[in-house]
Structure formats: C-alpha cells, structure tokens
C-alpha cells in the first residue's frame, strides 16, 4: 500500500546544533503529523499540518521545533538548537483531507542528541 | 488523566494460544486504530475502525463507541506477532486531526 517514507533512518547530532527530518508523505494525502516516541514509551503527539498551517501542537511541541512543506515537498521538522531530551523516534504520519481517516505512519527517524 | 489506557501493560503467550487485548477510552472516541510496533521499531498499521469489528487472518478487533472500549483478539499466536501493540483514538476530547496513542501492550510470543 501507499507509504509514508523518512529520511534519514537515524541521525546523531551534537547538542545545540540544528537538525531537519524529512517526511515524503503518501501523495494525495494533505494532513500531516509529527510523534515523538522516546525508547520504550508511548507515542506522544507533537503537531499536525493543513493547508500550510500549524492547526494544532502539544506542550511537547516547543519554541525551537518548526515545521513546513515548502511547495509540495519534504514535510519536515526541525528542531534549532536541539537538547539531549530531544533524543527520540520520530514519526511522520499522513492522512486523507476528511475527518476520522486513517493514518499512514513512515518507520521513524532516530534521532540521538550526544 | 489517561484518554486511553491499554491493558494488559504487558502480555507472554505460548504459541499457538489466543489473547485479548483492549482499550478504554475517557473520550468520546469516534475512530480506532490499532498498531504493532516490531522490535525494529517500525509501526504496522493493523485495523482502521469505526464502531464495528473487521477481521484480518488471525487478528480481530472490535470497536464499541457507546461503551468506550476497543479490543484486539490474536487468534494461534505465532512468534512474528511479538512486539508491542497500539491502540490511537481520534473523536471529541481528543482535539481536530488527532490521535491520542495509549501506553502499548507488550507482547511476546514463546515457543
């Protein structure tokens, strides 16, 4: 079936520098969302994305993450200056523009902040 | 509190067994969607839901929107279902376009 794909698969950075993960989201979908997943917990929401816009963000969501989806490209998530409790999974997923669609989840990014 | 909460926390089956696992939810959930996490890490999308039951091979689920609870029944487990299974609500309480995850059940399946 359609996939969600992220790149990279892993990444270690050094704390204070900026990072970008990449989410080539399912193509006909318009809805985007970042989770974070730190080693053996729940998925915990961060955002989801419509239209250009942040519609909504979670308390985990904080003032050094952005994201966009510059024309159509990457939806991608950056975090500036990145902390070592940013150390986690993160998972793009996409959905359908209608209410109560189901996601697709891409297999995460590994991110280690050393 | 927890908007929805999994239980067992954790699960170990012989093969060949069945099992239930379930959700409640303290929302008033309109959608469900199951997931297993491999030991890669990967998420597997098991079963959309709407209120009502679907069945793929071994597995089954059911969602009861007026009770607030979703089930997953593993029927035979086989040693590839171990990892850890979601459960992800979406409906009112849970915010537009969003899926609140439960803590997970860990399975593992012994031979």
């Known amino acids: 079936g359609p996939k969600v794909l992220q790149i990279p698969s892993h990444q270690i950075i050094d704390m204070g520098q900026m990072v970008t993960l990449n989410c080539d989201p399912v193509?006909?979908?318009?809805?985007f969302y970042w989770y974070k997943q730190i080693l053996g917990q729940q998925m915990e929401f961060l955002v989801n994305?419509?239209?250009?816009?942040?519609?909504?963000k979670s308390k985990l969501f904080k003032d050094q993450f952005s994201v966009e989806r510059p024309d159509g490209s990457y939806f991608t998530l950056k975090i500036q200056p990145t902390a070592l409790e940013d150390s986690a999974v993160y998972f793009c997923?996409?959905?359908?523009?209608?209410?109560?669609?189901?996601?697709?989840f891409g297999s995460g990014t590994r991110l280690l902040v050393i | 509190g927890d908007k929805v909460k999994q239980s067992p926390s954790a699960l170990s089956l012989q093969e060949g067994t069945n099992s239930a696992l379930r959700c409640n939810f303290s929302?008033?959930?309109?959608?469900v969607q199951w997931f297993l996490q491999n030991p890669r890490g990967s998420l597997i999308n098991l079963f959309y839901?709407?209120?009502g039951t679907k069945e793929n091979g071994r597995l089954k689920s059911a969602f009861d929107s007026k009770e607030s609870y979703s089930t997953l029944h593993i029927r035979d487990a086989q040693l590839e279902d171990s990892g850890t299974y979601f459960c992800?609500?979406?409906?009112?309480?849970?915010?537009?376009?969003?899926?609140?995850f439960g803590a997970g059940t860990r399975l593992k399946v012994i031979a």
């Open positions: 997923a996409s959905s359908l523009p209608a209410k109560n669609s189901d996601y697709t």
């Open positions: 193509s006909n979908h318009l809805y």
């Open positions: 994305f419509y239209n250009g816009k942040v519609m909504e």
């Open positions: 929302i008033a959930a309109t959608t």
């Open positions: 839901l709407v209120p």
């Open positions: 992800a609500a979406e409906g009112r309480g849970t915010g537009n376009y969003k899926y609140v």
